[in-house]
């Protein structure tokens, strides 16, 4: 998480600091102390020296804030120049943006602390509703998953527990679906499997009816971790992205039976 900070840094330390973390563009970098900021733009603005946080992002973005409030003083959302040099003594950022033509100096008089931190993508995305809304509005909408689906039933029960979905594809194939909220694990790659193992022990005891011609296996979530992607591979199980879905129908869904 900490790739590395300073205290009290001189401006030749935190130019170097800030030019290797700035040319890597892999971490976020805060600046706190006494700063002067000019800003030329759509607009012009001048904040006197103060004291302010200064944070710039792997992407460019740049924003400075005050003591109080939420939003910044002034920031940049996008940056095609981001630079430090020493100027007067002191160690001055720039960030310009070439179309409209923006300006952003800010000035570190009194630097009292810099540090870049390495922050991991993803922290998980997770739908909104519960996991309930989430399979009622996929029953009424099952082509959400994939297209020509249709669906079968609901919390089917079997002797491993309860399906959420089970789909029909359009090649006539069961599809036994888990559905996630958010990012799906192993331990979701694990149900999924003994449930589409559960229903093909089911299908082989009762001799499959006709138009019946497999079983799949579809785990539903908006993202999966790396190790259950692999996982899904290897047994030949699938993972369909869902990250937006329908309302749900208030009526309940018609449910054919599996036989």
Not at 50 to 59: A, E, M, N, Q
Not at 73 to 98: C, F, H, M, S
Request: glycine residues 10%; proline residues 7%; hydrophobic residues 45%.
């Amino acid at each position: 998480m900490l790739r590395g900070s300073f205290l009290d840094p001189s401006p030749e330390e935190l130019c170097a600091f800030l030019g290797h973390q700035l040319g890597q563009r892999d971490a976020l970098v805060q600046v706190a102390g006494e700063f002067e900021i000019f800003y030329q733009g759509r607009a012009a603005s001048v904040a006197e020296a103060g004291d302010y946080l200064v944070i710039i992002k792997p992407d460019g973005s740049v924003q400075v804030h005050s003591q109080r409030g939420v939003k910044p003083v002034n920031w940049q959302p996008k940056t095609d120049d981001l630079r430090v040099v020493i100027e007067d003594g002191y160690a001055v950022l720039i960030a310009e943006r070439y179309t409209p033509p923006e300006l952003l100096r800010v000035g570190f008089l009194a630097p009292a602390m810099v540090q870049s931190l390495e922050l991991r993508d993803g922290g998980s995305f997770v739908l909104l509703g519960s996991e309930a809304e989430m399979q009622a509005a996929l029953a009424s909408d099952p082509e959400i998953i994939e297209a020509g689906l249709t669906l079968v039933d609901i919390e089917l029960p079997t002797d491993v527990g309860g399906i959420d979905l089970l789909a029909r594809d359009a090649e006539g194939r069961l599809v036994v679906v888990e559905l996630k909220r958010g990012k799906a694990n192993h331990e979701a790659v694990h149900q999924l499997s003994r449930y589409v193992d559960s229903v093909r022990a089911l299908l082989a005891g009762n001799q499959a009816p006709p138009g019946i011609a497999g079983v799949r296996g579809v785990l539903a979530a908006p993202a999966v971790t790396v190790p259950a992607l692999n996982r899904l591979g290897v047994l030949g199980l699938e993972f369909k992205e869902v990250t937006a879905l329908s309302p749900a129908e208030t009526r309940e869904p018609e449910q054919p039976g599996l036989f």
